[in-house]
Nanobody, 124 residues
Framework: QVQLVESGGGLVQAGGSLRISCAASGGTFSSYVMGWFRQAPGKEREFVAAISRKGAYSSYGDSVKGRFTISRDNVKNTLYLQMNTLKPEDTAVYYC?????????????????WGQGTQLTVSS
């Protein structure tokens, strides 16, 4: 089991950029596939991105492809999400999540450990 704490959320104007982070502790960070999900009020949790254990492979949800970049630092035990060209529809609580195995799953049910979330609000 790994403990996850997100940070870096905030209020950003449309078209702006922001990087959020997820610090991991209590487990072997490099043994986990890591993912970002988001949930807006009244909507289901949505897959944003996932990254392989060593960071060589990544996958993205269609709504963020080309604008967001997921990365990780296995020395610092930290996951990142660089978000560019932000849109009001990106407004949500962003969660990082961890799963064992190798599959870069987009299904939230396959992730076993979750952070508490960080709020991103994009103003128009």
């Amino acid at each position: 089991q790994v403990q996850l704490v997100e940070s870096g959320g905030g209020l950003v104007q449309a078209g702006g950029s922001l990087r959020i982070s997820c610090a991991a502790s209590g487990g072997t960070f490099s043994s986990y596939v890591m993912g970002w999900f988001r949930q807006a009020p009244g909507k289901e949790r949505e897959f944003v991105a996932a990254i392989s254990r060593k960071g060589a492979y990544s996958s993205y949800g269609d709504s963020v492809k080309g604008r967001f970049t997921i990365s990780r630092d296995n020395v610092k035990n930290t996951l990142y999400l660089q978000m560019n060209t932000l849109k009001p529809e990106d407004t949500a609580v962003y969660y990082c999540a961890a799963r064992q195995g190798t599959n870069l799953s987009a299904a939230s049910s396959e992730y076993t450990d979750w952070g508490q979330g960080t709020q991103l609000t994009v103003s128009s």
